[in-house]
């Protein structure tokens, strides 16, 4: 069973750049697809960012492509999520998620996933 530790949120400015880790135990990490949720104050859960589990394909929500980078370091079991140009509408708890098999889109749109982490908070000033 995988566990999974987020690190590296705080209070950044509008315009600044931030990157998230998700360190996870267990030895099967590679069999994992992983990615990122975020929710804010007062909204639900939404989805923003997965990758594979080999890395080779990425998936981002409208709100974050081209800003957001996810990538993953299967020897070292971690997943990061780089944020740049971050605005206040980042603000939010940000939750490592995995899952295990083929990497069903569906379901990581839904949020039906196996494994979270406790989150991490992201506060963009204006």
């Known amino acids: 069973q995988v566990q999974l530790v987020e690190s590296g949120g705080g209070l950044v400015q509008a315009g600044d750049s931030l990157r998230l880790s998700c360190a996870a135990s267990g030895r099967t990490f590679s069999s994992y697809a992983m990615g990122w949720f975020r929710q804010a104050p007062g909204k639900e859960r939404e989805f923003v960012t997965a990758i594979t589990r080999g890395g080779s394909v990425t998936y981002y929500a409208d709100s974050v492509r081209g800003r957001f980078t996810i990538f993953r370091d299967n020897a070292k079991n971690m997943v990061y999520l780089q944020m740049n140009s971050l605005k206040p509408e980042d603000t939010a708890v940000y939750y490592c998620?995995?899952?295990?098999?083929?990497?069903?889109?569906?379901?990581?749109?839904?949020?039906?996933?196996?494994?979270w982490g406790q989150g991490t908070l992201v506060t963009v000033s204006s």
């Open positions: 998620a995995a899952d295990s098999g083929t990497y069903q889109h569906i379901s990581w749109l839904a949020g039906n996933l196996a494994l």
